[in-house]
């Protein structure tokens, strides 16, 4: 069973306005952290934003911010004010507690966004 | 910048012939991991590093073999080269090595993309 899942292939956003891309996890693990990626078209993984399952907030940086459901295994990334540069892949993923494995992320399958001007 | 290199960035390899991707880190970091990308499918760790000489078999390992025979190198072989592994392979660091360092994210190398005909 897919432990991570986006299910929104692709999406378009106008430039200025507000997006969500989806995510859900599945764990029985107490203690687990979650964690956003942007892999523009030049192909780095770039890191945005962390969560923690114990964060009584849901995180923010910048213009990036987490709607961390945790009754739901939700952790949705919100991207306020959209600009063009914002058009990457987008990838959710889901630290667990594996002995030795330090942080071994597993990623969900991504979301592209694209941003109209 | 985390410091990771990664060679080669491109390689195209017959089906059969050994090969060998190389990521260097100049900061001393534990845990290192070997992902590889592929369309629909997100990043999926193949192995990973939590110390010289020690490692461990991720999701995807059939086919492949690792080695960290010093603190700044990790080899990711493949022993006979299919067309299935024709992939972008990522090595990543995770900084840190305390209980706090849970939340540190991985860092990822630029990535070395392998085509195998």
């Known amino acids: 069973a897919q432990k991570i899942t986006q299910t929104q292939p692709g999406m378009f956003v106008q430039e200025k306005e507000a997006v969500t891309l989806d995510c859900t996890y599945d764990t029985s693990d107490p203690s687990y952290g979650l964690f956003w990626y942007k892999q523009p078209s030049s192909g780095e993984m770039i890191f945005l934003i962390y969560?923690?399952?114990?964060?009584?907030q849901n995180a923010t940086e910048g213009r990036y911010s987490l709607n961390f459901q945790k009754a739901r295994k939700s952790a949705n990334l919100v991207i306020s004010a959209s600009q063009l540069g914002d058009s990457a892949m987008y990838f959710c993923?889901?630290?667990?507690?594996?002995?030795?494995?330090?942080?071994?992320?597993?990623f969900g399958g991504g979301t592209r966004l694209m941003v109209k001007p | 910048d985390a410091g990771i290199t990664q060679s080669p960035r491109h390689k195209v390899t017959e089906t059969g012939t050994p090969v060998t991707l190389r990521c260097h880190q100049t900061e001393n970091h534990r845990y290192m991991y070997w992902y590889r990308q592929d369309p629909g499918h997100g990043l999926r760790l193949i192995h990973y590093?939590?110390?010289?000489?020690?490692?461990d078999k991720g999701e995807v390992s059939d086919g492949y073999s690792v080695s960290r025979s010093k603190t700044e190198d990790f080899l990711l072989t493949l022993e006979s080269a299919t067309s299935s592994q024709t992939s972008v392979y990522f090595c990543a660091i995770k900084a840190g090595t305390g209980p706090g360092s849970n939340n540190s994210p991985l860092h990822f190398g630029n990535g070395t993309r392998l085509t195998v005909t």
């Open positions: 590093s939590y110390g010289v000489k020690d490692t």
């Open positions: 969560q923690g399952s114990y964060d009584q």
């Open positions: 993923a889901m630290r667990e507690a594996v002995n030795n494995a330090g942080n071994m992320l597993t």
